[in-house]
């Protein structure tokens, strides 16, 4: 019988290092989520949660905070290191953007695509900003209204 257990508890733990990553996330805050896994590949659905990996979907009512994300990211904050996809909330924040940033305020070290808010803020643009107001660090005019682009 100690054997059958030892077994039974080896496999689980090869399983559960084996499948790190799971399709579906709910979380109440931070690490209080079923499960609580760092990668994502589907859906993740929360009031605030930190994901390091996220692929495919995440759905937050306050706050999102990814490490590495190629999805549609969503919530009133939404924070991302690496981000490819669309990236919506009132205040959406990455240091790389690959894709689409809409929100009231939209702050990201470097863009590729396009940044769509009331502010807009970028040190590196490769694509176009639209808002009331739109800071380009880099461009040939570094603040413009209701339209700023660099290629």
Do not use: H, R
């Amino acid at each position: 019988m100690k054997k059958l257990l030892l077994s039974f508890c080896l496999l689980c733990a090869f399983v559960a290092v084996s499948f790190a990553e799971t399709p579906i996330k709910l979380s109440l805050w931070e690490k209080i989520a079923v499960p609580d896994e760092d990668s994502v590949c589907g859906l993740e659905i929360g009031i605030g949660t930190y994901t390091s990996k996220l692929v495919g979907v995440g759905l937050n009512f306050i706050y999102s905070k990814t490490d590495d994300a190629k999805a549609w990211q969503t919530g009133i904050v939404t924070i991302s290191k690496q981000f490819l996809g669309l990236q919506t909330g009132l205040l959406a924040l990455s240091e790389d953007v690959t894709g689409i940033q809409f929100g009231f305020l939209n702050v990201a070290k470097s863009v590729s695509g396009l940044q769509f808010g009331l502010i807009n803020m970028t040190e590196n643009m490769n694509g176009i900003q639209i808002g009331l107001v739109n800071f380009i660090k880099t461009g040939k005019l570094p603040v413009m209204i209701i339209a700023n682009a660099k290629f």
